[in-house]
Each structure stands twice: as structure tokens, then as C-alpha cells.
């Protein structure tokens, strides 16, 4: 029983990084239809902003600085970092493109990964980063049931989480720019006749979701402590995956698919093979498409011609 | 959106005559949509190559090429010879994914398993592993009917699926293969005490059999090199006739609109799973070669950047274009091959940004840029010079021509990691603000900007030749597809609502 | 006319390109005036670099009467890619070495660089490159066991010695690649030094293997197991897909009376993780790390490390060479530095011997690196290769990791 319930607390903890990152992709997909490949390495720019303002801030031995206070301006520089170079790629490498073929945007931000993730390597060299979270919050503290163990830092994440959808789905709902993504996403075309803008409403659709990656990049580091410069990709394409699984534009659909990647990859691992662990994640997934082709929580759309 | 005929364009020069009368689809008004095609085709560079390829004799044009093909093995070295044997593969793949994404409009992103799969079904059949050496002609068509029920079995599931959906059934179907192959060394079967080592892991399948044709066994790359010959030219022309057929008009109408087409009697599920399946035979087929010409197969060699850099190729060279498909091809088979050599890296950023330049703003104030930027150089100079900067000697840093020539006129400080980081960031922001500041004013930062440049590739990109590869064609795919969104040989759609 | 144009600006392109050149050249008399009144300030770095050079070169060089010669190593790793970090450092160490020889002997070798992305079918492409550029006398690389496979043959047909600081499948140095050589010991020595360490001074019963999915996991993996198993361990095998980036299914998975965890990352960074969150979730079994966990980015107090040297960090030429890398390049992680440091110097040394006795030919330099013998190497002690191409009397040690997070010498 402890094993099942500590699998699934990793689980848990997976799954919700895959839908944090998860949310920003079925974000900007909703709105415009983008399959934004480079968005895993805006989460990994964000990692690392988050690192060096660590470091800058003299690291988790600098006494003049609380933990609290320091892990809180991590976030606040990877979500500013992230955000803002999210921002940057939407209108440099997105929007000349917007009106093409999707495929065309979708090298474009094959293109944007391929770049930074070089970009990064360049600048900040090869090492392998560390968070070093166990230096400043000691192993041991955290909830123990039984034998099962749950990390300050897991817990943070998951209720981080879990609060970022419910504000991201009241955004969407209730204010106003909620409503101006609502219809730049059903139609474009007339939104801009409405009387909305729709650049705006892009650029901040690419700043919130920009800034949620920035958050899991930095959210990663405190709980898996390393990162390096390609961690993005294979992180992106998950996050991709529980989007799409969970319905592409659904942002519930997004942490459901995230959660059901993350309890598949470590009940498959603790239970079946830790070997064949991706290969039965990934069957299984595919599997749920082939049931549920437009995902969990996806509406069928039905377009009138 | 350019919906109203231009009716004075004259038919002169351009070389789409044929296409325009060729067919007329519902949903897509093609004469309207190749308004800016006419446009286009009578300027540019783009333009030149399309009237070369129209204007000459098919005969020339197939024989001419043929001709250099077949002498090339006996000019090149092992060198070149390999880059052409890669050069022939990724041709063969990139018209395979052709078929797949540009005729049916399908986004496969499981594309390269099919080609890892050809590999290592041939590796099996004719290596150590277990012990089966089937000779050649027997191996690569069973392994070619099992690439097409691999695809059929692949694509029969997911006919449903649309769009995107399809694309992240074929990923993760990409990906399940690819984790087989690297976990499939411990395979546990019933019949059997010890896990049966099926894929040899990330160790691969070593010591595979070269082919072996009619009693000819090829040993080195030249043979290869001309079986690619072969089988390229053969798949480019068979792809061709069957593009000019019913099936081929029937595939690019089901990638133009499906619902159009279905309600035209097409029958799109089922024109869906042939493109599919044909695109896995050709990925098979080039599969196999592969392992003749690597002699083993390893998991890393059918990736995630390999089709990244197919799908760029695809659309590089305009979806649904042949002559696309195989120059798009070729840039994006030769672009990461050339760039390995930082000298020639160097040679072709001074030759991209000069063109780049005087493209740009024209020959008379591209050369008052060029001359500026000299002088900007030789302030600097001066400037750092006399503030007793410490800086290296052209001796110290110049590995290349190129920077012997302009070394005494680049200023490069002692740390130049540090600088050329630095010089990095700002090129970066300078680039994405320069819109910002107003025209007039803008001249004066050019020199100053197109000086930075030079100064961050010589200083610190060009020593990272790997590095800056993979960053050169990330820029130039962004770049690329903001300035030919439709790719070099592709239609520009216009969609009339 | 459009054409027109770019054929006119193209010229006109050319001329002012030629102009420039032209300007550059004459005006170089202006220019060097500067040049020299600077030469002075690199002097300062250039000569800490000489005397740290001498210092890392306690080897008798008859510096005076080196002979200036000039060749390329070509270098084959991971320069980008999932294992960047292995890759970039050992070019960087390969340059360093190189660096430091012309510094020491007044030729001007070059580094040519060759990113496999750890493909063996990149590799062989760029195998071939190395071929064919005369000017390559001897490769250092490839990282990877698949790598040398790859590149074997058409190296061993062209004469070319090849080092390799990192590729340890004990079946390479079987005599089917001639030219091949390490500068580590392979997986046959490694497994039973640390699997005898395990059941005999642990006295282990139950061990956990994490068997990281590459080439070098499977094999260091597989040696340890069959060690163990033969010493009466019960060993359980746990395979990890290299790009995992949580490994906490993992270690739930560990039973709570396992001893030893023994895992065989080539990323030492994730053995940390892997350590770290044994230890979160109050997993008692110790860790020991192949030597790929070798490097200050593993340092779990308590947990155990093996390498094929006896104290990198004791070696005084090492620390040296440390601060050169560090001053140069930043800070490095990986355990694959000084091996290919040596890979490195073994091979310009070679060519040097080889262009004082005639002319540096491949054959000529594949004979030297044969005779290869450098006293106080980085990796410890006097470095030769066997016939076949290993290292000499390799042995492997044992190192246990202590409060402040060193690794320090037990056995």
C-alpha cells in the first residue's frame, strides 16, 4: 500500500510539471491553432533564470537573504525571463507568419528550439547546472505517512499547479482578456472586426503562457535539481503530449493529460518495467487516442463550410 | 488577401503556363492563388532557378546532372563520397515524407521510425545477430512489404484522427519504436530462460551484411553512391508520373481541402493510407541501404533532429514540390555538412552578409554601409588601442583566411569568450530593436550592428563551429520561412472565403 | 532586369570586398603599430601560461631542441546533443593539451573538431572526413563504444591511430581495430574491482543495479553483474532511459534492505539526483558510482565512487591544469577531462617524435603513439599502451565521498 501511494505521489509530482508546462501549450494552441515547438525551451530559459538568480543572490549560504524570499525571486526571474522571451518569439518568429500554412509556423519554431537551446550552450557552456535544493531545505522535513514521504518542494509544486489552472481557467472565463482569447480563438478574422485587439491579446497569450513555462522550469530545479540546456525538448514534447491527450485546447484537458503522463510513466516503472516504461506510457497513449481521437476533454468541432 | 484577378498580367515569361489550365478546384481559385506566383516568377533568384529548370530540354536537364553523378565517385575523396551517399539518402527521404506531408497534407512525425525501421529489419535479416544472412535481393523486399504493412498497420488505426491528432499518434509511435529499439536488448519471451536480444540496445546491430546484388558485392561507398544515383532518379521519376496522375491530382486535393474532395467523390481515407504506406516503403527502402552503407545500426541515427531536419527540408523546398523536395533536400542534407568546417563557415557568413546587405539597401548605400562599417572597425581600434585594451594578435586567433584577411582590422580582446558572449547578447538585442528606432537615425547604427556581427562569428562562433551549426540553422529556418513562407519551389494558397 | 541587379550588386559586392582585403593589407603597417604596442599585454597571460605549462610538463622536455612541426588531431564526441556536456569538455581538454604542447614545444598543431552527437553514423561520416584531410595525423575520440566501432575499419585501413578517453566495451581492444587505443581501462577491469569492493569490504547481499541505456551503461552494468553474481550477491537489474529526468519511481522501487545501489550514469549530475532522492525518501542502501559518477557533481557524503586513477586531485600537474581549464573555459563536471588530456598529449607527442625522426606520417605517428610513454600523466602515475591498444597495468580504485562532498581514497 505504501508503495502504491508513494508511486503515485511521484506520479503526482511528474505529471503535474507535465501540466504546468502542459497548460502554456494548450494555451497558446487554443488561440492560434500553434503548435509551439520551442515552447519546452522557454521553459528551459526559464530553469535557468532562475538558477542564476540563485547564484547571483549568493546561493542558499547567503545568510542576509530568507529561503522563502529567494526562492520566490526565482520565480518572479524565470516567469519575467520566460515571459518576455516568449513575447520576443511570438513577434519575431510567429507573428510575419501568421497568416501561412500552420506547417510553415511550426518549422519556424522548430527553428526557434534548435536556436536557443544552442544559444544557451554558447553563452552558459556545457556543466550541468544543480539547483543543490537539499542545501536549503534539509532532507527529512515534509510530510511522512507511514512510508511514505512527500518533499516540501513536491508539495509547493503540486499546489502550485493546481492553483495556476483555476486562476488560468477564471482568466479565460471571466475577464476580459479571457474573452478576447475566446475569440480570437473561434475566429480571428472576425474578432478584428469586433473591435478586439488581436495582437495584443496574442502577445499577452504568449506571455502568460510563456511565464507558466518559467515557472516549471524553475519548479523542476527545486524538485529534480539538475538542468541542463537540452532539457527542454524532450520535456516540451511530453508537456505536447498531455495537451493533446487531454483535448489541445482544453486547459483542464492539459493537466489531466499531464497527471495521466506522469502516473503511466512511474506506475509503469514501479510496477511493469522500468525498462519498457516509455514504450508502455507512450502505447498506452496512444491507445487513448484511438478511443477518444480529439483527447479527454476535447469537444468535437463541427465546421460548417 | 489578393482576390481580384489581375487580368493585365501577361502570360509572357511565365513559366507556370501549363499548371494554370491544368485543373480547377472548388474551395481553391488556383489562377487567383498563383496571382503572386506570376508575381514572383519574374524576379528574384528563385525565379532565375524555376525559368532554368522550365526553359531547358528534358534531356539536358536529367542528362546533364547524370552525367556529372556518375563521374563524381572517381573526382571525390572518401569525404565527399560519404557526404553524397548521406546526400542520396536524405534525397530519398525527404521525397518519401514529400508524399506523406506535401501531396496528402499528412503530418507524420513518426516518419523516421519507418526509416529506422527498414534499417533494422535488414540488419536482423542479414547479420549475426541471429544468425541470418539472407542475400540481398531477398532481404530488402521482404523488409520493403513489411515496411508497407508496418505503415498500413500504423496509419489503419489512426484514419480517424486529423490534423494535429495524427501528428501526436505518429509521434508517440516515432517514440515507442525508438525506446524499443534501445530497451529491446532484454526482451523476456516464454519459450526462452534468458531475455532474447532482439535490437542489441544502444550498442546497436554490429557487423551487418553490405548488399550484395547479381553477385556483385558492394564494399565501398562508390557502389552505394550509384545504387542512390539510381534509386533517386527512378523515385523522383516515378514520383513524378504519379503526381501528374489521377492518384497524385487526387492526393494534393485531399491535402488542399478533404472535406472538398470527399464531397467530390475522392476517396480520402483510403488515398490517406496510401500516401502513408508509401512514404513508409520509401523510408523502408532507404532503411536498408542505410545499413548496407553503416554496416550496423544504432538507436541515435533515426532520432528526433533527423526529422527535424526532413521536415525543414520538406517545406524548405516548398510542400508538394518535387524539385522542392530534393533542393530543400539537398540545403538541408549539405547546409549542416558545410558549416562543420569553421573556414568555410566564415567564408559563407561574409559572403551571406555582403549579399545581405546590398540585397537589402541596394548597391549604392550597400557600399556606403560597407565602406562605413570599415571605418567604424578602425575607430574602434583606435579607440581601444590607445585605452590600452589588451588584445590578441592576428597570429593568436586567425585560423582561417578569412580572418587572416581581416585580422588586422578586427579589434579581439584577450578574453574573448567573455567578450564574445557579451557581444552575443547585444547583437541579439540589437537585431530585435532596431525596428524601434527611427529611420533616419537607423543608418547610423548599421555599421555600428553589422560590425558586431563580424566581430561575435569571428570571435566566438566561428570557434564553436559544432555549436554554431546548430544554431545557423535554427536562424535559418526562422529566417527562411518569414522571408518564403511557402517554401522555394511551393504555391502560395489563397483561400477565397 | 531584377536579375540584372543582383548580378551588378553581386560585382559590386566583390570589388568593395576586394577593396577591403586590399585595405586591410596595406593598412596592416597602421594596424600593427597597435598590435605591437600590445603585444606586451598578452605577454602577461602567455607567460603564466608557459610557466603552468612547465609546471604541468614535469616530464624532461628538451624544450631547446624541439622542432617546430605542424599537423591536426581531428577530434570525434559530442560536441552537441543530449551528452553536450561529456562532449564540449573533452574538446576543451583536448584543446588545452594541444595548447599547452605548442606553448612547450614551438609547433603549431590544430585542433580540427568533428560534433558526433554520440551517432555512430555521424561519426563515420566525419570518420571519413579525418580520412580525407591529409593534414589529420591521429584522432582523439570517439566518446562512444558504437563510435569506435563506426570509425574502426576505415581508421584502420588509413593507418590512423585513434585514442579514445571514454569508449570502455572491453570487446574493442580485441585486435579488430589495429590503430585503436584508450586511456582508460575497459569495463572487464572496472567490474570486478568495484564488485569485489562491494561484497567483500561492504559485504553487501543485495544490490541494486541501475543500468543506465547507453553503450557505456550497459557495459560497465553488465561487467559489475556478472562480478557480483559470481562473488554470490543477489543482484537485481533496474534499466533508465539516459534522458530520464526523475528517477524517483526508481528508487521507490529499491527494496528497503538493499545494501548497495550501484549505478552506472555517464552524467555523474544524475547520480546526484538519483542519490539525493534515494535519501529523501529514507532509502538506506548506499550508492556507488561507476566512473562516469566521478566528478565534484556527485558528492553525496557517504556514498562510494570508483576511477581508473588513483587521486586526480593529489596529481600536482593536475591541479594545474584545473585552473588552466577553469580560467580558459569556466568550470567543468564531467569525469572525462584528464583522460582525454592524455589521449590528447599522448597523440601530439607522437606526432612530435615522429616529425623530429622524418616527417609526420599517419603510419609514422601510429608507430609512435605505439611507444607512448608519459611520466606523471594526468591520469596518474606513467601512462603506456598495451599491444592492444589499452592502457597499462590499468587498475581501477575506490573512493568513498565524505561530509564536505570529496571524494576521497580507500581502496
Redesign the interface.
Known amino acids: 500500500m505504501n ?1 502504491l501511494t ?2 503515485l505521489v ?2 503526482l ?2 505529471g503535474s510539471v507535465y501540466a504546468l508546462i502542459a497548460l502554456g501549450y494548450t494555451l497558446i494552441y487554443g488561440v492560434l491553432q500553434l503548435l509551439n515547438f520551442a515552447h519546452g525551451d522557454v521553459y528551459m530559459v526559464g530553469s535557468f533564470a532562475g538558477y542564476f538568480t540563485m547564484i547571483g543572490l549568493g546561493g542558499p549560504q547567503n545568510p542576509m537573504v530568507p529561503i522563502w524570499v529567494m526562492i520566490l525571486l526565482m520565480f518572479l526571474a524565470g516567469m519575467v525571463v520566460s515571459g518576455g522571451l516568449g513575447v520576443m518569439i511570438e513577434k519575431f518568429a510567429y507573428r510575419p507568419l501568421r497568416s501561412s500554412p500552420r506547417i510553415t509556423s511550426l518549422i519556424s519554431a522548430l527553428g526557434v528550439s534548435l536556436f536557443l537551446e ?1 544559444a544557451v ?1 554558447l553563452l552558459f ?4 547546472r ?1 539547483y543543490d535544493t ?1 542545501d536549503y531545505i534539509p ?1 527529512g522535513t515534509g510530510i ?1 505517512i507511514g ?1 511514505v ?1 512527500i ?1 516540501p518542494m513536491r508539495i509547493l509544486l503540486i499546489v502550485i499547479s493546481a492553483v495556476l489552472m483555476v486562476v488560468l481557467i477564471l482568466v479565460v472565463n471571466k475577464t476580459r482578456l479571457g474573452r478576447g482569447m475566446r475569440a480570437v480563438a473561434y475566429d480571428s478574422d472576425a474578432a478584428v472586426m469586433m473591435g478586439v485587439d488581436v495582437n495584443r491579446v496574442i502577445m499577452l497569450t504568449f506571455l502568460i503562457a510563456s511565464a507558466l513555462a518559467g515557472a516549471a522550469g524553475v519548479m ?1 530545479g527545486l524538485v ?3 538542468i ?4 527542454g525538448f ?2 516540451g514534447l511530453k508537456a505536447f503530449a498531455a495537451a493533446v491527450v487531454g483535448g489541445i485546447g482544453s486547459i483542464p484537458g492539459a493537466v489531466l493529460g499531464g497527471l495521466l503522463i506522469g502516473f503511466l ?3 509503469a ?2 510496477y511493469l518495467s ?2 519498457f ?2 514504450v508502455i506510457t507512450f502505447a498506452a497513449l496512444i491507445a487513448v487516442m484511438l478511443v477518444k481521437p480529439r483527447g479527454l476533454l476535447g469537444r468535437s468541432a463541427i465546421v460548417k463550410v | 488577401m489578393t482576390n481580384k484577378p489581375d487580368d493585365s498580367a501577361p502570360q509572357g515569361e511565365a513559366p507556370a503556363k501549363p499548371a494554370a489550365s491544368d485543373s480547377l478546384h472548388i474551395g481553391t481559385d488556383e489562377w487567383v492563388a498563383q496571382h503572386t506566383d506570376r508575381q514572383e516568377a ?4 528563385v ?2 532557378l524555376a525559368v532554368v529548370r522550365n526553359r531547358l530540354p528534358a534531356p539536358v536537364l536529367w542528362g546533364v546532372p547524370l552525367i556529372l553523378l556518375l563521374l563524381f565517385p572517381m573526382m571525390a ?7 553524397g551517399v ?1 546526400l542520396g539518402l536524405f534525397l530519398m527521404l525527404s521525397l518519401g515524407l514529400n508524399v506523406v506531408v506535401g501531396y496528402a497534407g499528412l503530418l507524420d512525425l513518426g516518419y523516421v521510425a519507418f526509416y529506422g525501421f527498414g534499417a533494422y529489419s535488414y540488419a536482423l535479416l542479414s547479420s549475426n545477430q541471429f544468425g541470418v544472412h539472407l542475400p540481398t535481393w531477398i532481404a530488402v523486399p521482404l523488409v520493403v512489404i513489411a515496411s508497407a504493412v508496418l505503415g498500413l498497420l500504423v496509419s489503419l488505426p489512426s484514419r480517424r484522427l486529423l490534423g494535429d491528432y495524427l501528428a501526436i499518434v505518429t509521434l508517440f509511435f516515432g517514440e515507442v519504436f525508438l ?1 524499443f529499439l ?2 529491446g ?2 526482451i523476456s519471451v516464454p519459450w526462452a530462460k534468458e531475455p532474447v536480444n532482439v535490437t542489441g ?4 546491430i ?1 557487423s551487418v551484411d553490405g548488399w550484395s546484388l547479381f553477385g556483385f558485392e558492394f564494399k565501398t561507398n562508390t557502389p552505394y553512391f550509384y545504387l542512390l544515383v539510381v534509386t533517386c532518379f527512378a523515385l523522383t521519376f516515378g514520383l513524378y508520373r504519379i503526381s501528374r496522375s489521377r492518384v497524385g491530382r487526387a492526393w494534393r486535393a485531399v491535402g488542399d481541402d478533404a472535406l472538398a474532395a470527399e464531397a467530390m467523390a475522392i476517396p480520402v481515407k483510403r488515398l490517406k493510407l496510401l500516401a502513408f504506406v508509401v512514404g513508409a516503403v520509401i523510408a523502408g527502402l532507404t532503411g536498408t541501404i ?1 545499413a548496407g552503407v ?3 545500426v ?1 538507436p ?2 533515426f ?1 528526433m ?1 533527423l526529422l527535424i531536419l526532413l521536415y525543414a527540408a520538406v517545406i524548405l523546398g516548398g510542400s508538394g514540390s518535387l524539385a522542392g523536395a530534393i533542393l530543400g533536400g539537398a540545403v538541408m542534407s549539405l547546409l549542416p ?1 558545410v558549416l ?1 568546417q ?1 573556414e568555410i563557415g566564415e567564408a559563407l557568413f ?1 559572403v551571406v552578409l ?2 545581405g ?3 537589402v539597401m ?2 549604392k548605400r ?2 556606403i554601409m ?2 562605413a562599417t ?1 571605418v567604424v572597425g ?1 575607430v574602434i ?2 579607440i581601444l ?1 590607445l585605452s ?1 585594451v ?5 597570429d ?1 586567433w586567425a ?1 582561417s583566411t578569412v580572418g587572416h ?5 578586427l579589434f579581439v580582446p ?1 578574453d574573448r ?1 567573455l567578450w564574445g558572449n557579451i557581444g552575443f547578447v547585444v547583437l541579439i538585442v540589437a537585431i530585435a530593436t532596431i525596428n524601434r528606432i527611427p529611420r533616419r537615425v537607423r543608418a547610423l547604427f548599421i555599421p555600428l550592428l553589422l560590425w558586431l556581427a563580424i566581430f561575435v562569428w569571428m570571435v566566438r562562433l566561428s570557434p564553436e ?3 554554431t ?2 544554431m545557423v540553422i535554427g536562424g535559418v529556418l526562422i529566417v527562411f520561412m518569414i522571408a518564403r513562407p511557402q517554401g522555394i519551389f511551393g504555391k502560395q494558397r489563397v483561400d477565397i472565403v | ?3 540584372f ?2 548580378v ?3 560585382t ?2 566583390t570589388c ?2 576586394l577593396a ?2 586590399a ?3 596595406g ?2 603597417g597602421s ?2 603599430a ?2 605591437a ?3 606586451a ?2 605577454a602577461s ?1 602567455s607567460s603564466d601560461a608557459a610557466s603552468s605549462a612547465s609546471a604541468a610538463s614535469s616530464t624532461p622536455a628538451e624544450s631547446g631542441a624541439a622542432k617546430e612541426c605542424t599537423g591536426s588531431v581531428g577530434f570525434m564526441g559530442p ?4 551528452a ?6 573533452q ?1 576543451n581538454f583536448t584543446q588545452l593539451a594541444v595548447d599547452n604542447f605548442n606553448t612547450k614545444s614551438g609547433s603549431t598543431y ?1 585542433v580540427v ?3 558526433t ?5 555521424q561519426a ?3 570518420g ?2 579525418f ?3 591529409s593534414a589529420i595525423f591521429g584522432v582523439v575520440g570517439p566518446a562512444g ?2 563510435g569506435v ?2 570509425v574502426g ?2 581508421f584502420g585501413k588509413a593507418d590512423m591511430a585513434f585514442i579514445s578517453a571514454s569508449a570502455t ?1 572491453t570487446k574493442l581492444s580485441d585486435g579488430s581495430y589495429p590503430t585503436f587505443f584508450r586511456t582508460i581501462p575497459n569495463d572487464s577491469v572496472q567490474g570486478p574491482t568495484d564488485a569485489d569492493f562491494i561484497s567483500g569490504t561492504l559485504g553487501a547481499k543485495k544490490v541494486v543495479i541501475v543500468e543506465e ?3 557505456y ?2 557495459g560497465v552494468a553488465t561487467s559489475v553483474k556478472d562480478a557480483l553474481v559470481k562473488n554470490g550477491v543477489s543482484v537485481t537489474v ?6 530520464q ?2 528517477y ?3 528508487v ?2 529499491v527494496a528497503n534492505d538493499t545494501d548497495v545501489v550501484f549505478v552506472t550514469f555517464q ?1 555523474a ?2 547520480s ?2 538519483l542519490a ?1 532522492q534515494l ?4 532509502k538506506k542502501a548506499v550508492v556507488f558510482g561507476s566512473d562516469g559518477s566521478f566528478s565534484e ?1 556527485f558528492k553525496t557524503p557517504g556514498s562510494y565512487v570508483s576511477s581508473f586513477a588513483p587521486d586526480i586531485n593529489g596529481i600536482p600537474a593536475d591541479a594545474e591544469i584545473i585552473k588552466q581549464y577553469d580560467a ?6 564531467t569525469t572525462y577531462g584528464p583522460p582525454i588530456y592524455v589521449a590528447a598529449q599522448a597523440l601530439v607527442e607522437a606526432a612530435q617524435r615522429a616529425c623530429e625522426a622524418g616527417s609526420i606520417t599517419r603510419a609514422d605517428v601510429l608507430a609512435q603513439v605505439k611507444q607512448t610513454k608519459i611520466e606523471n600523466a594526468l591520469t596518474g602515475g606513467t601512462m603506456s599502451f598495451t599491444a592492444k591498444g589499452d592502457v597499462e597495468g590499468a587498475k581501477f580504485y575506490v573512493f568513498k565521498i565524505n561530509e564536505s562532498g570529496k571524494p576521497v581514497f580507500v581502496k
Open positions: 508503495y508513494q508511486q511521484n506520479g509530482t511528474l544552442s550552450l557552456g556545457p556543466k550541468i544543480n537539499t532532507i511522512h512510508g514521504t518533499e523542476v529534480y535539481f539538475t541542463n540546456n537540452y532539457m524532450l520535456a510513466e512511474s506506475l516503472a514501479g522500468p525498462n516504461a516509455n | 519574374r524576379r528574384g533568384a525565379a532565375m575523396n572518401g569525404y565527399l563520397l560519404r557526404v548521406n525506446e534501445s530497451a536488448d532484454t540496445g544502444a550498442n546497436g554490429v542505410f553503416q554496416l550496423g544504432y541515435t541515427s532520432d533532429p555538412e562543420r569553421p561574409f555582403v549579399i546587405v546590398f540585397k541596394g548597391a550597400g557600399a560597407a565602406a570599415f578602425l581600434n583606435a588601442a590600452k589588451p588584445h590578441l594578435a592576428t593568436d585560423q584577411v581581416i585580422g588586422p582590422w584577450a569568450m563551429a559544432s555549436l551549426r546548430q | 532586369m531584377r536579375s541587379k543582383i551588378s550588386g553581386l559590386a559586392a568593395v570586398a577591403l582585403s585595405c586591410a593589407g593598412s596592416t594596424t600593427t597597435a598590435a604596442s600590445n603585444s599585454s598578452p597571460s560536441i552537441t546533443g543530449g553536450a556536456s561529456i562532449g564540449a569538455e574538446l590544430k573538431q568533428g560534433d552527437q554520440l551517432d555512430p553514423g563515420s561520416t566525419i571519413q572526413q580520412v580525407s584531410n563504444s558504437p566501432d563506426a575499419p576505415p566495451a541505456k547507453t553503450s551503461g550497459e533496474v534499466r533508465v532511459s539516459k534522458d529526468p526523475d524517483s519511481a526508481i521507490t522501487s552524467i549530475a544524475n546526484q539526483v539525493t535519501k529523501q525518501q529514507g557533481d580558459k573555459y569556466g568550470a567543468f563536471g
